[in-house]
C-alpha cells in the first residue's frame, strides 16, 4: 500500500525534514510512527497525502509514483486517503451531519448515497445519536471521532492520522485508536503519528521510529 525508496524532503529554508527513508506497509497493516517533535512525523505523512513532493527518492501509495502524479490529479489522489489531523478542523456553525457529509457533497454524491454513507460512518464511531447536534456542544473526544467518521465516509483504503490523540485523556485515547484497530481488521491500511509511547507500545502494531529525519527503529509487533 505505502512504500518509501530512499526518499528524502527538503523544504526552501535548507531544512532536512527526511533523509533516505525507506519502508514498507501493507495493505490491511496497521503502524504507528513515532519520535521526537521535530523528528519528521508530519512531513512523512505529507508525502503520503500529497500535500508535499520529495526531494529525492520514491513514493509509492497503491503501486502509484507520487512523482508522476500531476498537480491537477492530486484532488482525487487523495480520495483514497482518510487523514485526521490533532486539530480536527471541524465546522462548528455546521451539524455533525453536515460536517460529516462534506466530502461526499464535494465528491457529487446523491443525496440519498449520502444519507447512508454519513450514517454508516457515524454508527461506525458510536455517533449516530448526535448527527444533529453541533460540534460545540461535543466532548474532545467526540469531535475527535467527528473528525474520524468525515475521514472514512469515503472508504478510503487509507487512513493517515497525525497526532489524533494529541489532546485527549489516557482513556480517550485508547477508545480511538481501538477505532482506528477496527478500521484495520477489515482490510483499511492504517498510520498513526504519535508521540504517546506508552499507549502504543501495550498494541500489538509495528512502529516505525524517526529521529532527526532518519528512521531509526521499525519493530515488528512480535519483537
Do not use: C, W
Not at 115 to 122: D, E, I, Q
Not at 124 to 139: A, Q
Not at 143 to 170: F, S
Amino acid at each position: 500500500m505505502i512504500r518509501f525508496v530512499n526518499a528524502s524532503k527538503r523544504y526552501s529554508s535548507g531544512f532536512d525534514a527526511l533523509r533516505d527513508i525507506s519502508f514498507h506497509l501493507d495493505s490491511g497493516e496497521m503502524a504507528f510512527l513515532t519520535g521526537h517533535s521535530g523528528a519528521g512525523k508530519s512531513s512523512l505523512l505529507k508525502l503520503i497525502a500529497l500535500l508535499e513532493r520529495s526531494s529525492r527518492g520514491q513514493v509509492f501509495v497503491n503501486n502509484q509514483n507520487l512523482a508522476k502524479i500531476p498537480k491537477r490529479r492530486i484532488p482525487y489522489f487523495r480520495r483514497n486517503i482518510g487523514i485526521i489531523f490533532q486539530d480536527h478542523q471541524l465546522l462548528f456553525d455546521r451539524t455533525v451531519y453536515d460536517n460529516v457529509a462534506l466530502p461526499l457533497v464535494i465528491a457529487g454524491y446523491s443525496r440519498h448515497d449520502t444519507g447512508k454513507r454519513v450514517r454508516a460512518a457515524l454508527d461506525k464511531v458510536g455517533l449516530l445519536s448526535k448527527e444533529k447536534k453541533y460540534p460545540i456542544t461535543l466532548s474532545g473526544g467526540e469531535q475527535q471521532r467527528v473528525g474520524i467518521a468525515r475521514a472514512v465516509v469515503n472508504k478510503p483504503p487509507l487512513i493517515l492520522a497525525d497526532e489524533p490523540t494529541g489532546n485527549l485523556d489516557p482513556e480517550l485515547s485508547a477508545e480511538i485508536m481501538a477505532i482506528f484497530e477496527e478500521f484495520s481488521r477489515v482490510g483499511v491500511s492504517v498510520m498513526v503519528a504519535t508521540h504517546d509511547i506508552s499507549l502504543i507500545s501495550k498494541l500489538p502494531y509495528r512502529i516505525l521510529t524517526l529521529k532527526e529525519g532518519q528512521l531509526v527503529n521499525d519493530t515488528q509487533p512480535h519483537e
